[in-house]
């Protein structure tokens, strides 16, 4: 029997434990067919007549840094979907996640720093609120389909917002790609008929979508692509559809430029998909990603060549990727306001016009004024807290903009001229706005180490 990190269910939630299932077309169409009766005879959720408010549809892809996206003037890899969304939305060139995926996860559902809520990899806090939350409070049906990593048993997704959910590492970890294993709202379906994971996930987003048309819905698709083990898509010459997914280290590298056209793939699906419901101008896309490239990855934007930097606290660990698209509201153009992940749950939370719990301290700023064009955003300046067990006194620290950048041990960089950091600023021979900002980072640094002394994490077990 399946078994739970989380102390109780929410109230009314169904017991989601139930044996493993092989998926054949019949039987995947049996369970959904039962869920979704269930779905819309007890939902309270708001139709889309007369609401203004957008659907919102929100993509991260997994290890996938600025430098892949053709729009970012990367040269590497094949992005007709992503480029064309940057063309005619809005293009982010500040965006900042954190190193790795787990913080970065926790980071975009509950818009809080790490420092305030972040207990190890591959958690999230039983008591946590998150954007899902927050909008099924405003009446929004909620689904997340991809990539889990959190904990919390069948029931996990359920207790942290979402009305259904299919996740692969759920409750186990199976092949992603190939013949791959899901947990499909309670219930485990191994494919074993040479399906694709990505596919899966991303058709149940687009159907989704299709049986939520006439209501305000968000679909949050945390994506399995284009992460390692480095293998063939469908779209691969040497595909093997009987494959079984599971390769030795981190496949072959080769492989990875096919894997980011394949995310491209499955972006243009949905779009398409909204395009032939007639949804597109009433609903805001975002693509971004959890963080840099997997680090055995070198990319190039034109004659520079792209270390990829996952888990490092450099720019190329956690610049990604951020589009937004929302045609007839959103104009085309180029943002250089600095975001991090902070900011998708009030941005979530003003498009849906509804208030944030006052008893949680936000760290995030709405970005609405910045996507409607009648505003910038106020933030100066991101903070990052990354460890990624958990451990608090290990923890690296750092404030930055998109010029300097100061860590908590006094290493100052001007990361604009040396992305890489490898030469720290004299920080005795500063000119004025560098020693402005260099005493502002470390008013910043010193408000965050009063906030981290004050937190009690709870104690989860194992």
Known sequence: MLTSILPVSRPGQRDHRRPRTVA????????????????????????????????????????????????????????????????????????????????????????????????????????????????????????????????????????????????????????????????????????NDGQYGPDIASDYICDFIERNRDRRFFAYYPMILPHWPFEPTPDSPDWDPSAEGVLKGHGKNRYFADMVAYTDKMV???????????????????????????????????????????????????????????????????????????DILPTLAALAETELPADIPFDGYSLVPVLKGTGRSPRDSIYCWYERNGKRDKASQHVRDAKFKLYANDRFFDVQADPAEKHPLDVSALGDAAAARHAAFQKALKQRQRELEQVVLPDVPE
């Not at 007890?42 to 991260?60: F, H, K, Q, S, Y």
């Not at 996860?105 to 927050?134: C, E, K, S, W």
């Not at 805001?284 to 888990?311: A, H, P, Q, W």
């Open 24 to 191: 054949t077309s019949a039987a995947v169409a049996a369970v959904l067919a039962s869920f979704f009766l269930c779905l819309v005879t007890t939902g309270d959720v708001v139709r889309a007549d007369d609401d203004a408010r957008p659907n919102i549809v929100l993509i991260m892809a997994d290890d996938m840094g600025y430098e892949c996206v053709g729009a970012n003037g990367g040269t590497s890899y094949s992005t007709p979907h992503l480029d064309r969304m940057a063309e005619t939305g809005l293009r982010f060139t500040n965006a900042h996640s954190q190193p790795i995926c787990t913080p970065t996860r926790v980071q975009i559902m509950t818009g809080l720093y790490n420092h305030r809520n972040y207990i190890r990899f591959g958690l999230l806090d039983p008591g946590a609120t998150t954007f899902a939350h927050v909008l099924e409070q405003a009446g929004y049906t909620t689904c997340i389909a991809g990539k889990w990593q959190l904990k919390g048993g069948m029931e996990g997704p359920v207790h942290f917002g979402f009305d259904e959910y299919c996740l692969w590492q759920l409750t186990r970890r199976p092949s992603r790609y190939p013949n791959p294993g899901f947990e499909i709202n309670g219930e485990e379906v191994d494919y």
């Open 268 to 342: 243009g699906k949905i779009l398409r998909r909204l395009d032939e419901l007639g949804l597109r101008e009433n609903t805001l896309v975002i693509f971004t990603g959890d963080n840099g490239t997997y680090t055995g990855i070198t990319s190039r934007m034109g004659n520079r060549k792209v270390k990829g930097g996952k888990g490092k606290t450099t720019d190329n660990g956690t610049h990604v990727p951020f589009i937004a698209s929302w045609p007839g509201t959103v104009e085309p153009g180029v943002a250089k306001d600095l975001v991090d992940f902070t």
